[in-house]
């Protein structure tokens, strides 16, 4: 099992390279926090703007979906364009993730 710390680097990464803004939307949707992504005041700005800052908000938003409900873990390792990054960047952290949502 990945310690909490990894989790966050490793699907944010994965987040990094494969989200747009749409699918910002639809994990907000499977998650529950659409909202909270949607009036967050620069998750989506800095993404759309290519500024240097998204990293760390992509990160802080990888670790509230994650805070906020545990079953949200599942939801991400199971999210085909974090699953298509994770196989072709990080087999390993993947067959771990996806063993613990098993």
Known sequence: MLER?????V????????FTSSEWTEIGYLTGLDEWIDHHPRLLRSL???DPDYKGH?????ARILD????NLKILV????????LKNHEPGALSEL?????
């Open 5 to 9: 710390g990894k989790k966050i680097l």
């Open 11 to 18: 699907l944010s990464r994965a987040v990094q390279d494969t």
């Open 48 to 50: 759309n703007w290519g």
């Open 58 to 62: 992509a990160m802080d938003a990888v």
């Open 68 to 71: 906020q409900d545990p079953a």
């Open 78 to 85: 199971e999210y085909e364009p974090i699953v298509k990054w």
């Open 98 to 102: 996806q063993a613990e949502v098993s």
